[in-house]
């Protein structure tokens, strides 16, 4: 039966599609997104500490891959609640942190086993806050819910939903002779054509997409930012993703995808030097702030999130609450941090690193896209 937009797309075909997936465009795409990324994982294991890039890319790719699915927050205050994901944060917040734990335990599962449809439960289980189970009901639908009109409606019936997933699972590691990129772009639409849940899976398959290139060991941690490029290209990523639903348009995805990659990639890299730069600044600064000079352990907390409090120092440093309160208060007088209290606590801000990763996300919203449950 040819796919109609109002029907359970039941007939969704298997991985590996029959449309050549290794086009010239594509190689040539791959090829630079490889190139890319290799410097980028190069780049990233030479930090003296990692923590730095990775706390940070985790929060930002969690606020933009929330903000594909119109729950929106602020890289603000998602810094500022990352290390109390409990505290008084408003709902969208409390979400996307939980977008970063699931990339955070996803990736330590895929230290000890493979991208499997369990990891994909386990990880829309943390989004959502409670057990996810695959959609077992009919009635979902991608479009308009307020107009009701239909783009896309998945597959139904647990057994279909259940075997389309089985085949997911095996392309992602049986297809030795495609690139991984392309496997993870390819692997990325069938996972949202299928819709297994009942929410979340637009998130779900992100996190799949970071935890697919990990265990290909394309990547040793999951820091590239790919929300960005989604969340400035918002409407053609979910036309595209539609398009190879009823046009069998896979080329023009492979390439919007690997271009992601390396665009992201570059930027990430980017962003690594300019933060580098900073620490030497804010390292000489300390040096005629603190009474003992620049401590190692006090700038690595500092870069770690922008956001720091009185107890982080005196745990990450081994000193007492008068010390840390002491340090913290001489690097605001000099204009290294800035604080502001939150309940009875202080929070100590690194401002020049909180605005070097907010002026991304100044510039990253584009026009509002279409009304969509994807």
């Not at 991608?142 to 009701?148: A, R, V």
């Not at 990450?316 to 690097?331: E, F, I, N, Y």
Request: proline residues 6%; charged residues 20%; hydrophobic residues 40%.
């Amino acid at each position: 039966m040819p796919w109609t937009p109002n029907t359970p797309y039941n007939e969704l075909p298997l991985l590996p599609p029959s449309a050549d997936l290794e086009t010239r465009a594509v190689l040539r795409a791959t090829i630079a997104a490889r190139a890319a990324l290799a410097a980028l994982e190069q780049a990233s294991r030479s930090l003296p500490n990692p923590a730095v890039l990775v706390n940070s890319i985790q929060l930002l790719e969690a606020q933009a891959s929330s903000e594909i699915e119109n729950i929106v927050t602020t890289s603000d205050e998602l810094f500022r609640f990352a290390d109390d994901e409990d505290a008084a944060a408003d709902p969208a917040t409390r979400e996307a942190l939980r977008y970063r734990r699931a990339l955070f335990e996803g990736f330590a599962l895929v230290s000890k086993r493979s991208v499997t449809l369990r990891t994909s439960i386990e990880a829309c289980s943390i989004i959502k806050q409670h057990e996810m189970t695959l959609r077992d009901r009919p009635g979902t639908f991608i479009g308009d819910p307020l107009t009701g009109e239909h783009a896309y409606t998945p597959p139904v019936g647990i057994g279909t939903i259940t075997g389309l997933l089985s085949n997911w699972e095996t392309f992602i590691h049986e297809s030795e002779g495609l690139d991984p990129l392309i496997v993870m772009a390819a692997a990325h639409y069938q996972f949202d054509a299928i819709h297994p849940f009942e929410d979340g899976n637009g998130r779900t398959g992100r996190v799949m997409n970071m935890l697919i290139l990990v265990e290909h060991g394309l990547l040793s941690s999951p820091i590239l930012y790919l929300s960005r490029y989604i969340i400035r290209r918002k409407s053609e990523y979910y036309r595209l993703l539609l398009a190879v639903t009823s046009e069998g348009a896979w080329e023009q995805w492979l390439l919007f995808m690997l271009e992601g990659i390396r665009e992201t990639s570059q930027w990430t890299l980017a962003t690594i030097d300019t933060i580098g730069a900073l620490r030497e600044t804010v390292r000489e600064e300390m040096r005629s702030a603190l009474p003992g000079g620049a401590n190692a352990d006090l700038l690595e907390v500092l870069f770690e999130e922008p956001y720091c409090r009185i107890r982080t120092v005196m745990a990450r440093c081994g000193v007492s609450r008068p010390t840390a309160r002491s340090w913290l208060s001489a690097m605001v007088e000099r204009g290294i941090l800035t604080d502001t209290p939150i309940g009875r606590e202080r929070l100590f801000v690194n401002h020049a690193f909180l605005r070097l990763l907010k002026q991304d996300q100044e510039t990253t919203a584009g026009p509002p896209a279409e009304p969509t449950l994807f």
